[in-house]
């Protein structure tokens, strides 16, 4: 509770739940989380990879490592983050967005396309049809490297 209300004291929490081996996955993950919206990316890969070591299956771990390799341009090291979060956790849509903006930038863009449409079946058909015109460029851009004019 303290977390979402933005206090700093959450961390020192967090802090005891490890050394007193409570949740200790989501703890390192959480810190994490409070250490990447500081602005300290070393920090924040440190304590995601502890949740990893601690949960290998963690998908907020997966998922926020996939949010920091992307922006540190490492788009591969995103992607399989992304992916693993998505192995994890089928039905947060949000992964496959952003699976899918890693994938178009990587010019994948069939595997683009599989990954909006699987974040389009997951969420509301409001959000569903804010997605189609990004669908329709990507098949417009996936025809054009097809054609060989891309």
Do not use: W
Not at 3 to 9: L, N, Q, V
Not at 51 to 56: C, I, V
Not at 57 to 81: I, K, S, V
Not at 133 to 141: A, D, F, G, V
């Amino acid at each position: 509770m303290l977390d979402e209300r933005g206090d700093p004291a959450a961390a020192e929490f967090y802090l005891q739940a490890i050394e007193d081996q409570d949740c200790v996955a989501d703890a390192y993950c959480n810190l994490g989380i409070i250490e990447s919206q500081k602005g300290n990316a070393a920090s924040a890969f440190d304590c995601f990879t502890t949740s990893l070591k601690h949960n290998p299956r963690h998908f907020e771990a997966h998922y926020n490592l996939g949010n920091l390799y992307f922006d540190a341009n490492d788009l591969a090291l995103a992607q399989l983050h992304y992916e693993l979060a998505g192995a994890v956790e089928p039905s947060f849509a949000n992964v496959y967005f952003n699976l899918a903006l890693v994938q178009a930038i990587r010019n994948d863009f069939r595997a683009a396309i599989t990954a909006l449409m699987k974040y389009q079946a997951l969420v509301s058909q409001e959000e569903a049809r804010n997605v189609e015109e990004l669908l329709h460029n990507l098949r417009k851009s996936l025809a054009a490297v097809k054609d060989g004019s891309g």
